[in-house]
C-alpha cells in the first residue's frame, strides 16, 4: 500500500497527482470564488458536501483515491524503551500500558512505595471510567500531519505519556506540589513517532478531513499562489500495529515553560 505525507507532493502516488490537476480544471467563476474567499477552510467545509459542486466532485474523487494509500503521521510522546514501541506499536492506555509503566519505573530504581501509589492512583482512574464492567472512556491516539509542527504539541513530549497517569497527576496538582513525582514525570526520554495509518481504516470524518486538508494546500499553492500553515491533526480509535511504525526520532529534551507550570511553587 502507497505511503503518502498529504503535504508532501513528491510522495503522492499518480492517481493523487491526476486528482491534484483537476483543481486547475475548474471553471472561472470558482477560481474567482476561491481566491476571494476570506476563510477558505469555511468554504471548503461547505462545498465537501455538496456533489454538484466542483469542489464536491474532486473531493470525493480524491476520498476514492486515497482508499488504496496509508497516511503517514507522527504522535508525539515521552519513552523510556523506545524498544518497546518497535515490538508492540502504539497501544492504548489499559492493563498493558499500566505493567508497561510499572517495569519503566522499576528500571529507574524509583522508591517501590512511590511506584505503588502511582499505579493505585492510575487504576483508581481507570476504575473512575468502569461502570458495570464496562469501560466508557473512549481509547484514543492522537496524531499530527506535519513533523515541522512537532514542537506546538510539546505537553507530550515534556511529561511521560498515558491520559490515566496525566489526569492522576492533575488531581495531585490540584492539591499540592508534583516535585516529588518529577523523577516519574520525566521518565524516559521525548520522541517524535512517524508512523502509517491506512486511510481505509479511518471513520468517514476523518477521511473528509483529511481530503480537504490536502485540497486546501492545492488550492493555496496553485490557484490563490500563497502557502498555508499546516496545525492539523487528528485522533484514530485503533492501535497501530509495530509493522506500521516507521521511525522514532529523539527530540531535545528541554521544556522549560512546561516545568515551571509543573513544578513551580509560585504556579499553585
Known sequence: MAQIKIFQSETYSSE?????????????????ELIETGYLNDYTSSKLWDISS???????KLMTVLEGHSIIAYHNTR???PSKVR????IFSDERYIESLREDMQQLEIEEEMIDDIICKVVKERDRWE?????????????????????????????????????ALESIKRNGNLKKYRKI????????????????????YQKQDIARYMLEEWIHLDIRKD?????????????????????LYDV???????????????HY
Not at 514525570?185 to 468517514?204: N, T
Not at 531535545?252 to 512546561?258: A, C, G, L, R, V
Open 16 to 32: 493523487i497527482q491526476k486528482v491534484r490537476e483537476c483543481i486547475l480544471d475548474f471553471s472561472e467563476s470558482t477560481k474567482k
Open 227 to 247: 502557502e498555508v500553515a499546516h496545525q492539523y491533526d487528528g485522533r484514530i480509535e485503533f492501535e497501530i500495529p509495530a509493522e506500521n511504525i516507521i521511525e
Open 79 to 81: 519513552l523510556a524503551d
Open 185 to 204: 514525570i520525566k521518565l524516559g526520554k521525548p520522541y517524535v513517532i512517524e508512523f502509517s495509518i491506512p486511510f481505509s481504516k479511518m471513520d468517514r
Open 131 to 167: 461502570h458495570n464492567g464496562v469501560n466508557r472512556r473512549k481509547n484514543e491516539i492522537c496524531f499530527i500531519f506535519d513533523i515541522d509542527y512537532y514542537k506546538d504539541y510539546d505537553k507530550f513530549l515534556a511529561t511521560y505519556g498515558g491520559e490515566f497517569l496525566e489526569f
Open 87 to 90: 515490538r508492540n506499536g502504539l
Open 54 to 60: 466542483e469542489f464536491g466532485r474532486v473531493h470525493n
Open 252 to 266: 531535545e529534551d528541554s521544556f522549560p515553560d512546561m516545568d515551571r507550570w509543573l513544578f513551580d511553587e509560585t
